[in-house]
């Protein structure tokens, strides 16, 4: 098998033990039963549980960066609030994946901050993200899209810890008691809207959007 598809392999089945049965049980015993492998392949691809844990966190979930170029790419175009939209979508989608796997971490202190370490250097920690979706705001405020006196940086956290909660009720709370994910990025940032809005601009209804589907767009 050549060597990047082993790799690839036995990330997906470190992810998949994690995810399944927790952190705790996936040594590399599991990880290489789960990829039907003997267990030194794991040795010839990754140094350490850490480094195949960290290679799992930076390679094996869906990332935001498509969703972030496309935020940048949409700055001065479209709507504010359907741009965020969009983002809100693909960060409920990343954050339903990523907790389960990140939150397994907190169980193991030298591992987590290893990986912790690992992440903040490859730039690929929350705080990447958070910072995308602060510079988008932020470019759409001197172009007077959004009102001025917003915090870029507390917007993107009440933003992202909204799509987050959200993940995180996915897991931790009966699914029909959730609206579907789409409406709620949508009715998400419907509720930031108002502060939003640059001074003099109007606020859609919300019974017309429930009915509509959508926004009226500014």
């Known amino acids: ?26 040594t590399s015993k599991e990880i290489a039963r789960e990829a039907s492998v003997a267990v030194g392949s794991i040795y010839n691809h990754f140094a350490d549980k850490t480094d195949l844990i960290t290679a799992v966190m930076l390679e094996g979930l869906p990332t935001l960066d498509s969703a972030l170029d496309q935020l940048r790419f949409c700055i001065g175009r479209g709507t504010v609030q359907g741009n965020l939209e969009e983002l809100s979508r693909s960060a409920i989608t990343f954050f339903a994946q990523y907790l389960p796997l990140a939150g397994g971490l907190f169980t193991d202190t030298e591992l987590h901050a290893a990986v912790r370490t690992r992440l903040v250097t490859d730039r690929r920690d929350l705080s990447a993200v958070h910072a995308g979706v602060a510079f988008y705001l932020a470019q759409e405020q001197q172009l007077d899209r959004i009102n001025r006196d917003v915090e870029p940086e507390v917007a993107a956290a009440v933003l992202l810890g909204a799509c987050s909660q959200y993940a995180l009720l996915t897991h931790m709370s009966r699914p029909d008691v959730l609206p579907a994910a789409a409406r709620y990025a949508t009715l998400t940032v419907f509720m930031i809207l108002p502060a939003l809005r640059p001074p003099g601009t109007s606020t859609p209804d919300r019974t017309s959007q429930t009915r ?5 767009a500014h």
Do not use: K
Request: aromatic share 0%; net charge positive.
């Open 212 to 216: 509509s589907g959508g926004l009226t």
């Open 1 to 26: 098998m050549p060597r990047q598809l082993m790799r690839h392999r036995l990330i997906e089945a470190a992810a998949q033990v994690i995810r399944t049965r927790g952190l705790a049980v996936a």
